[in-house]
């Protein structure tokens, strides 16, 4: 009996049998949770204030709690990083996930208590590969190891034993030692802070060694991937690791990358496998491999609730606990959790496509849309829209933003989308033409404003030099680790600020980040 056959009887079997319960039980779960997180904080400052000790029901859960974005709570978390305790959680919190702002310098510093630390983050790595043994049991994970991709971290105010960085960090810091066993790079390779250093080193690392499945977000992985190969000098990733089995990865969507992954790994069965996990926790994991959307995760410390997208500025919206979910309807995820936040907007956006048991797509962020004519663009309009202009055309792409150029001198408001192509398409015209139609056939309220021209234009493409928008993260020190490209705003500030940035020299295998 091999290795992971071994390990999957004796730890990985019995924690699916209690997955299995999510089907059947999964409101009653997340009663279990809300009245387990309220009883564990209600001696906190905040569980006082907010009276956590007369809430029984959901209702006295929302008429206690208010709705929290992080501003509301900022104020409670630094008082947290400099020591104090029992603040939002019991204890004092030593961990904190530093969430960079997209379209500002301002960071966010999300509490990781130890608590949130083993049932959260923890317990969602151990059930990802739950349901990857129970999908593939001939698999052969552990009979060899798993590149797992990591951010950095610092000292928290010079307070002991207390960090903040990226959450990865945090959890490779933090890990069972018996863990490392089976992973790479060593720890001082995986937290070192300088990306392109850190790229270079975990290639060296890895180069010999036998590879079973790697972990990370898609795009920093695709350029680690490309370091690779080209110190192997290889032209498939198989002939590297030849018993590389699945990726495990999450952090940004993976339809921008997938048939770039497919072009470096051509072997048959290769798996890839989605999760939804955040700096404030881990939420959701492709169960069914048939199945792109995925399962959302009940026992953990997160009590979720949605917020219906349609009423997202409404002054009273209509919040729902799981069981008062729709299919098909986009709602803003909000959630409360035993790191210390308190319906908190996540910030994320969701829709489920079951209800038994639950399960979800991420469709896109409640700050990243287009919304300045009244056309609701959201991202999962724009993967979709992208997505065919790129099969029709033949082209692949690296990275991109969009923006609303509100009036140009001609008076004409249209949609501006500045693309850095890893591969050109066989006309930036007919790209531009394919994605407003794409578009338009997807999105009711952007055909309504593009009829005639009336309300907004035909939409326009401006192509990116290779590395620009590398070059744009460098340039804010946000390259590597956990930082994202904004896709859609409101504001053109970001788009603005990637044009400026001028060509620098040419890297070895940077026109690779991923395509459709």
Not at 1 to 9: E, G, Q
Not at 251 to 269: D, W
Not at 423 to 438: T, V
Request: with cysteine; glycine share 8%; proline share 4%.
């Amino acid at each position: 009996m091999s290795l992971t056959k071994i390990v999957n009887k004796l730890y990985f079997q019995p924690r699916r049998r209690e997955l299995e319960r999510y089907v059947t039980d999964g409101e009653a779960i997340q009663r279990e949770v809300m009245q387990y997180l309220v009883e564990r904080a209600k001696d906190t400052e905040y569980g006082r204030k907010h009276l956590f000790s007369t809430i029984k029901s959901y209702e006295d859960f929302v008429q206690n709690i208010p709705v929290n974005t992080y501003e509301e709570l900022k104020s409670d978390i630094d008082r947290m990083r400099h020591g104090e305790r029992n603040i939002l959680w019991p204890g004092q919190v030593r961990w904190y996930a530093k969430s960079s702002g997209t379209t500002n310098d301002k960071s966010k510093f999300i509490p990781v208590s130890h608590e949130g630390l083993q049932t959260i983050h923890y317990q969602g790595g151990k059930d990802v590969i739950a349901y990857y043994l129970s999908n593939h049991p001939e698999s052969r994970l552990f009979n060899g190891k798993g590149l797992i991709l990591g951010g950095s971290h610092s000292p928290n105010y010079n307070l002991y034993n207390s960090l903040v960085g990226d959450l990865s960090a945090i959890l490779i810091e933090n890990i069972n030692p018996l863990v490392n066993l089976c992973r790479v790079p060593k720890k001082s390779t995986a937290l070192l802070s300088d990306f392109e250093v850190k790229r270079d080193r975990i290639a060296h690392e890895t180069l010999k060694q036998n590879i079973t499945n790697i972990s990370g977000v898609p795009s920093w992985m695709l350029s680690v991937l490309v370091r690779v190969m080209e110190l192997s000098g290889k032209k498939h990733l198989e002939e590297v690791w030849p018993n590389l089995e699945v990726f495990f990865h999450g952090g940004i969507a993976f339809t921008p990358y997938r048939e770039q992954y497919e072009q470096l790994i051509t072997k048959q069965g290769m798996n890839y496998m989605e999760t939804y996990n955040a700096s404030e926790g881990f939420f959701g994991i492709q169960d069914d491999p048939t199945d792109s959307s995925m399962s959302l995760m009940l026992d953990y410390g997160v009590f979720y609730e949605f917020l219906p997208m349609d009423e997202f500025e409404s002054e009273h919206p209509n919040i729902v606990p799981l069981s008062g979910v729709e299919i098909g309807r986009n709602y803003a995820m909000l959630i409360s959790t035993a790191c210390g936040l308190w319906r908190y907007e996540i910030g994320d956006t969701v829709q489920f496509t079951s209800t038994n048991p639950y399960k979800f797509v991420i469709t896109g962020r409640t700050k990243y849309f287009i919304n300045a004519f009244g056309e609701e663009l959201i991202m999962d309009n724009a993967e979709k829209g992208l997505e065919a202009a790129c099969k029709a055309t033949g082209a692949q792409i690296s990275d991109y933003t969009a923006a609303p150029m509100y009036m140009d001198a001609k008076a004409k408001c249209r949609h501006q989308w500045l693309i850095e192509f890893a591969k050109a398409p066989d006309s930036l015209e007919r790209f531009a033409d394919l994605l407003d139609k794409k578009l338009q056939e997807i999105n009711s309220d952007y055909e309504a404003k593009r009829f005639h021209d009336v309300t907004l234009q035909h939409l326009e493409v401006i192509e990116a030099h290779q590395g620009q928008f590398n070059d744009w993260l460098k340039a804010k020190g946000k390259l590597g680790g956990q930082h994202k490209i904004p896709r859609l705003s409101n504001s053109r500030k970001v788009i603005e600020e990637v044009m400026e940035v001028s060509p620098g020299p040419s890297k070895g295998g940077e026109n690779l980040m991923g395509n459709y």
